[in-house]
């Protein structure tokens, strides 16, 4: 499933900007189809324009019924009636996405016969301090086992000691979901802490659930900003 608004409030309409020829969220969905992992990719949304750009191509597309504040409350309403076990997520601003990613975030889920693990996500450590500093970059901190302790826009550890070994982790926007874990998502309130920093995975993790990172080297950009356009322009060349 890959979540699809419009409107987004820090790029307006970035998902229909040119990439190479091709819109931002056609790239996404291509590349989402590429892995050759699903048998069928959904682009959610509730965007006329954005249904017509994956309609003419051939894509599939669910168009929402109500207004979301998210991408989980969103997904979550598509899946209600789908059988399935898991639910995977990749941003429609992720036109790098990739299998080797995507295999990593799917196969925590056959190594978990316990269920311990209500959703995965991928995680990229990064070095530049421009970018550790940036808010529009997510940053996560892990334990020993690599789940989420916290996400935040603000560097995370703070380097009170620089020589105390710190590393920095961007939070990458593609997830697998617990079905259930999705819908329980769209029954809780949004509180204080996801309310600040505007992350919905803190909502997860506020309510008890285990959120697995998964490392990758795979860094690609997600696009968040009209910088971030042009970098994904030069990259894709």
């Known amino acids: 499933m890959i979540p699809a608004r419009y409107a987004a409030s820090r790029f307006p309409g970035k998902l229909m900007q040119d990439l190479h020829g091709k819109t931002v969220i056609t790239r996404t969905y ?75 975030v799917i196969n925590v889920f056959y190594e978990d016969p316990e269920k311990e693990i209500d959703l995965a996500s991928l995680m990229v450590e990064i070095t530049d301090w421009d970018e550790i500093s940036n808010p529009n970059t997510v940053k996560v901190i892990v334990d020993q086992r690599n789940f989420a302790l916290y996400f935040s826009r603000s560097p995370i550890p703070f380097p009170r000691d620089k020589n105390a070994g710190a590393k920095y982790y961007k939070h990458k926007g593609i997830y697998a979901f617990r079905k259930q874990a ?37 860094e690609g950009v997600e696009i968040d900003t009209p910088e971030d356009l042009e970098r994904a322009k030069k990259i894709w060349k």
């Open 182 to 218: 999705l819908l329980d998502f769209t029954q809780l309130p949004m509180k204080m802490l996801e309310a600040t920093e505007k992350i919905e995975c803190i909502r997860y993790l506020e309510f008890g659930k285990k959120i697995k990172m998964v490392t990758t080297t795979v």
């Open 30 to 104: 291509e590349a989402t189809v590429a892995t050759g992992l699903f048998e069928e990719v959904y682009v959610v949304t509730d965007s006329d324009v954005i249904r017509e750009e994956i309609s003419k191509s051939g894509g599939n597309v669910i168009m929402s019924k109500k207004q979301h504040e998210s991408g989980s409350d969103r997904i979550a309403e598509a899946v209600e009636d789908v059988e399935a076990d898991i639910v995977i997520n990749v941003q429609g601003d992720e036109p790098f996405t990739e299998k080797a990613s995507l295999e990593k």
